[in-house]
C-alpha cells in the first residue's frame, strides 16, 4: 500500500491479495466461516451470531469481540452488508448506513485457483482510534498510518493462514 497521508476523514482503505490453489468453492468454506477468524487473528478474541442467525447472510449479525495491546478489550456489533456465495462477503462494523468500519472478503477466479482479497475502510464513524486522534490531533496522519499497517500486517496473516488451511485441505 502507498502512503496518500490520509486523515481518518477520509475513509482510508487498505487490502491484501494472495492466490490459492483451489477453486473458490473450496476457499468460500473458509472466507465464510466467522468463527475460524479468531484462530487467524491476533486482534479478533470470540466471534458470536446474533438474533438467531447461524450463517452469513445480507442482514445478519454478530458480535465479535477484540483486545489490542494499546487499545485494550471491546466489542463491536457487525451487519453483513453484502454476500454473494463464492465472490463476496462484506461487513459492516457499528451502523450498517454509517459504519465504523467495513470489512470484506473477495473471491476472483484465476485459472484453477482463486485471488483472494480482504479489504478494510476506516470510517466513516467514529471507532476507538478516535479517542487517540482526539487526544493527539497533531499526530492523526501517524496514528491512521500505523493503525492501517496493523491492518494490513493482520490481513496479511490471515490469508495466509487461509491459504495454508485451503491448500492442505485439498
Known amino acids: 500500500m502507498e502512503w496518500t497521508g490520509q486523515v481518518y476523514a477520509d475513509t482510508p482503505t487498505v487490502a491484501v491479495q494472495t492466490f490459492?490453489?483451489?477453486p473458490p468453492r473450496r476457499v468460500w468454506a473458509f472466507v465464510s466461516d466467522i468463527h475460524l477468524m479468531p484462530r487467524?487473528?491476533?486482534e479478533l478474541q470470540s466471534v458470536e451470531w446474533l438474533d438467531g442467525a447461524t450463517g452469513p447472510a445480507v442482514g445478519a449479525r454478530f458480535i465479535g469481540r477484540n483486545a489490542h495491546e494499546a487499545m485494550g478489550n471491546w466489542e463491536t456489533t457487525s451487519t453483513v452488508v453484502e454476500f454473494e456465495p463464492e465472490r463476496?462477503?462484506?461487513?459492516?462494523?457499528g451502523d450498517p448506513g454509517y459504519p465504523s468500519s467495513i470489512w470484506r472478503?473477495?473471491?476472483?477466479p484465476e485459472g484453477a485457483g482463486t485471488v483472494l482479497e480482504q479489504w478494510t475502510q476506516?470510517?466513516?464513524?467514529?471507532s476507538g482510534l478516535n479517542f487517540a486522534i482526539d487526544a493527539m490531533p497533531e499526530k492523526e496522519q501517524k496514528i491512521v498510518f500505523v493503525r492501517l499497517r496493523e491492518f494490513e500486517?493482520?490481513?496479511?496473516?490471515?490469508?495466509?493462514?487461509?491459504k495454508d488451511l485451503v491448500e492442505k485441505d485439498a
Open 20 to 22: 490459492i490453489d483451489a
Open 40 to 42: 487467524l487473528s491476533e
Open 88 to 93: 463476496r462477503f462484506a461487513w459492516a462494523v
Open 105 to 108: 472478503f473477495t473471491l476472483q
Open 122 to 126: 476506516m470510517g466513516p464513524a467514529r
Open 153 to 162: 500486517f493482520g490481513m496479511a496473516a490471515n490469508l495466509s493462514a487461509i
